[in-house]
């Protein structure tokens, strides 16, 4: 997971808050690691954020790492 958005409920519908929070992927740091981590930081922004009315939390997902990425995360060699 990448980060995500906030959106707050008015009488039209769910509105951009202009908050979010992001998770970068940190250079040598296993995928798996990686996945924890974000689920980790989401988790804490989600509760620290001040819910005032309704709020809903929206994910952006990073796409799924190549093999390529997932062994040059492991510290394998991909050129072999």
Do not use: N
Not at 26 to 49: F, H, I, N, P
């Amino acid at each position: 997971m990448l980060g995500g958005d906030v959106l707050l409920r008015d009488a039209r519908g769910f509105r951009h808050t202009y908050d979010h929070w992001s998770c970068d992927h940190q250079v040598g740091e296993r995928w798996l690691d990686y996945a924890a981590r974000s689920r980790r930081e989401a988790e804490a922004y989600v509760a620290r954020y001040p819910e005032a009315g309704e709020v809903a939390y929206v994910i952006v997902f990073r796409e799924k790492p190549s093999a390529r990425d997932l062994l040059l995360s492991q510290g394998a060699d991909a050129g072999a």
